[in-house]
């Protein structure tokens, strides 16, 4: 069965968000490093990567559907940050977004009864379970052990473990 026009520009659009998310990610690694910590650099690091590979997924996606990919412009991302708590906020609001976009790609595969496509979104669907629990968990925890240096220092020795 073809894929709808529709479904095609939604997972390219879905594209663009992966690779906003790979730069605003990154950009929160290079803050990281500027502030001296380590720890939550090589973390964001890691995390623009896993989206990177979110954008290669949906791309091989749409070409094993025999889709048009549209490569698109990125988002200049933020570049500074109040404090380390800041930034992990940010992050898992980020990620909450991000789920509820997979969910509209879930409900319009669903619209238009394409199996495959929710088969292949099931993936994400999980994923973003993960992404969220990751990020949400980072909060709780600054948020416990406090934002002052002792506190973000702790975290960021646990988080150069990832
Ligand atoms: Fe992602
Ligand atoms: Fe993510």
Not at 100 to 127: C, G, H, N, P
Request: aromatic share 12%; hydrophobic share 40%.
């Amino acid at each position: 069965m073809r894929i709808s026009d529709a479904m095609v520009s939604a997972i390219n659009d879905q594209i663009k968000a992966e690779l906003d998310s790979a730069y605003i990610y990154l950009a929160m690694s290079a803050y990281f490093k500027a502030e001296g910590l380590d720890g939550m650099a090589s973390w964001m690091k890691k995390q623009y990567s896993e989206e990177v590979e979110h954008a290669e997924k949906f791309i091989s996606y749409l070409y094993e559907r025999g889709a048009r990919v549209i490569i698109p412009d990125v988002a200049k991302p933020k570049e500074s940050y109040a404090d380390a708590l800041d930034v992990f906020r940010t992050a898992y609001a980020h990620e909450q977004y991000v789920t509820s976009r997979i969910y509209k790609l879930v409900d319009l595969a669903i619209e238009e009864k394409d199996y495959a496509t929710q088969s292949m979104l099931q993936w994400f669907v999980d994923e973003q379970m993960e992404e969220e629990d990751n990020t949400g968990s980072i909060v709780s925890k600054l948020e416990f052990l406090g934002t002052d240096k002792h506190g973000v220092y702790t975290v960021d020795r646990e988080l150069a473990l990832r």
